[in-house]
């Protein structure tokens, strides 16, 4: 079930058996040349709802959008939160979402910069419940879609040199899976991107400059972004599941 896709009584009634709820979580960035600039929302996306399409127990949320994404503003289309919006705007979806029952609140996400700022934000969710005696019996998680179980596993298979950390080519052959009227092309050069630090905008795009880090993104097809999607939203299933069984102590 589609939380945008449904009415208040769907949910309500779904409520009732299930307390679990998905929340894709990524940015709008840049993405080199030829990447979509929502890949990291749209990844997470993508899974999310492939997972919901074959097991409709699950109850996904509207997609969060827009991150921590200071490092790419020197590229046009890219739309950042500070870290202090994003913590304000996570809290207030939790809050929103526990408002009405729902108990283990899972975030997919798609971008790597997001991490720090999600577990710091999970953090002050926390101590605001242990301040009080009569804690709410809410659980929250962290899932980086790349991280479920045998995913990168796959991507390294699929991309044995040249994946690269930013605009890599699993994360492009995804959206290409999703969007193939949408796909571009480019003469990369170098073929694969330099790879180093990240730190601001301007030092980030004289270090990058065409926005890649380490990644080869013309490696990328829709066939190999569909066994991606494919193998990622059975992982997300039984992961959901497993979150979903969880005893709380
Ligand atoms: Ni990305």
Redesign the pocket.
């Known amino acids: 079930m589609l939380i945008h896709l449904s009415s208040w009584p769907e949910i309500d009634a779904r409520l009732k058996d299930t307390k679990t709820v998905i929340v894709p979580i990524g940015s709008n960035e840049q993405?080199g040349p030829t990447g979509l600039l929502g890949?990291?929302w749209m990844c997470p996306e993508i899974i999310a709802h492939a997972a919901e399409k074959t097991d409709d127990s699950l109850i996904v949320a509207p997609t969060f959008n827009i991150g921590m994404a200071q490092h790419h503003l020197a590229f046009a289309g890219t739309i950042s939160l500070r870290p202090s919006t994003f913590m304000a705007a996570i809290t207030d979806w939790v809050s929103s979402l526990s408002r009405h029952g729902f108990e283990r609140i899972y975030f997919l996400n798609?971008?790597g910069g997001n991490v720090a700022t999600i577990e710091a934000t999970f953090s002050e969710i926390y101590a605001e419940w242990s301040f009080v005696e009569e804690q709410p019996p809410m659980v929250l998680k962290l899932r980086n879609w790349w991280d479920l179980p045998g995913v990168t596993g796959l991507c390294n298979r699929l991309f044995p040199t040249g994946h690269g950390s930013?605009?890599?080519p699993s994360?492009i052959a995804v959206t290409q899976a999703a969007y193939p009227d949408r796909i571009k092309t480019a003469d990369y050069s170098p073929k694969i991107a330099p790879s180093g630090p990240i730190r601001d905008a301007l030092d980030y795009r004289a270090r990058f400059p065409d926005g890649r880090i380490g990644s080869d993104p013309a490696q990328a097809s829709p066939a190999k972004g569909q066994e991606i999607i494919d193998l990622a939203a059975a992982a997300l299933i039984r992961d959901v599941a497993e979150f979903s069984a969880e005893v709380r102590p």
Request: net charge negative; aromatic share 0%.
């Open positions: 993405h890949t990291d798609g971008h930013h605009a890599t994360e």
